[in-house]
């Protein structure tokens, strides 16, 4: 019987990995090991009770003649092979013959150079198994770069989960059994967990900042200050409460830091809370029962599209102007770039015609939602012809 195995998986403080790997089982119907590069987080947040988890390989130790040697190798001379059997050793060791393997990451082709160690994986375990790129965002001017296409190209099977990404992988002749589905993380399922006192159900607006697209703002401090004036107004013009909400909490990037600065600014008010670090369904229980939802993290912005919160994404990349595209016809109005940032009233107007059309969107939600979701079942039906059910 063959098997499914789900790797490039980065651990389960960062909750949208967490989710995937969650509704990857669920979709499919379960799978057999989670190479993790920190399995010890996925144990954590109870992963392990769905799945076999296993570290990808060994931790490659800094200041060590090995760290030296394979850096080297890599990164100077060009020759990640070494590097890669060291530090990929168990799903290499692990790897038979016609079994099936998920290259989980989703937007691990947009992180600079990253794709040569997916290429790597993809070389070795192509030549025996089959793998698959699953609910991908790639930004199209990376395919213009040959070999993220010849790498590309040696996938039996990519799922896109957003039409830009779909058109501009068929543009590039990517097109062997390339899908457009929906990223799974859309049927994950909420757990409501007990909410703090200053949150008002219905009544409040979550918020989600991350470091990630402050390294992406256009001049310095530009995001902070604007999310500062946008809390400010909220408080000064309505009488909605605020949740500052996580969904990355790993050491080096950590949603609380930035997070934490804001709410350092309100708590005061008795109208500000900073939510506490909790598994993606109790997060995704939160964010459900907020009546807006402004958010930054691709995973939080789907948890509350998914559960029909009008949201404003403040995003970076491709994956959040694709998605709001498929979910609402464009991404105007619905996505503002990091990167157009330029005063620091900006998103107070972005916010205002998400609060003058916040019925509609939730009209439109309402009636979108079931059916894309559903979508997202495709893909086991794509993986299922794989193993050739």
Known sequence: MNKVFLYNHGGAKNHGCEALVRTTIKVLGGADTLYSQRPHEDTAYGLDKLINVKH????????????????????IAGNINGYGRFMYRNILNDAACGDVYL????????????????????ETLSRDNK??????????????NSEICN?????ALITARESITYDALIDAGIDKNTHLIPDTAF?????????????????TIGINLSPLIIGCESRAGVTMANFKSLLRHILDTTDMHIALIPHVVWDFNDDR?????????????????????????ELKGVIGRCRMFIGARTHSTIAAYSSCVPTLVVGYSVKSRGIAKDIFGTHENYVVPVQTLENSGDLIGAFEWV???EQDMLGHLQGFMPEYCQRAFDAAGQIKKLMGE
């Open 151 to 155: 790498d590309l190209k040696r996938y």
């Open 103 to 122: 290259s989980i990451g989703g937007d691990n082709y947009c992180c600079g150079s990253f794709y040569k160690n997916l290429a790597f994986l993809n």
């Open 257 to 281: 830091q930035p997070l934490g600065e804001l709410y350092s600014g309100f708590e005061n008010t008795g109208r500000v809370v900073l939510i506490g670090d909790c598994n993606c369904m």
């Open 187 to 203: 049927t994950l399922d909420a757990e409501n967990r007990k909410l703090p006192v200053e949150f008002v159900e219905n009544n």
């Open 355 to 357: 609060r003058e059309h």
């Open 56 to 75: 990808e390989g060994r931790v490659l130790k800094k200041y060590r003649f090995n760290h030296f040697r394979l850096k080297f190798q890599s990164m």
């Open 131 to 144: 793998t698959a790129l699953w609910g991908c965002s790639i930004e199209p001017e990376l395919l213009k």
